[in-house]
């Protein structure tokens, strides 16, 4: 663990409730601010599972497997930015697509009244 406030390095706490001999892979913070983790067991370190972790007590608990060979974890906290905005898209589409027809619309109308009104 790192202490914020100074920036070094501090002792956290020993992990409980493995059982047996884990290898921590990788670990992030979730956007809920969960530690999680990808553990495998050393004996068979093709298999994976996704804990959460209790920074404060060190105490963790298996969510669930993972793919084999599962080593890297990351959450992409721009994902709901990208859907709202494809979102507003989709809701918004129609709408676009009528006022740029609409505008297409009123150019050749003005051509048409042009042409027609002055002669050659």
């Known amino acids: 663990m790192v202490d914020l406030k100074t920036g070094k390095r501090a002792s956290g706490p020993a ?3 493995a059982g047996q001999s884990i290898a921590i892979r990788s670990m992030t913070i979730s956007q809920k601010g969960e530690l ?27 969510i669930g497997d993972l793919p084999l060979d599962t ?17 507003a898209i989709r809701r918004y589409g129609l709408l676009i697509a009528i006022v740029i027809g609409g505008v297409a619309l009123a150019v050749l109308a003005f051509r048409w009244i042009v042409n027609t009104l002055v002669p050659d």
């Open 36 to 62: 999680l983790g990808v553990v495998a067991n050393p004996s068979s370190a093709s298999r994976a599972a996704l804990v959460t972790i209790d920074a404060e007590t060190g105490a963790w608990k298996t």
């Open 71 to 87: 080593a890297a974890l990351a959450f992409a906290p721009y994902a709901a930015a990208a859907a709202t905005t494809q979102s």
């Open 15 to 17: 992990l409980s409730g």
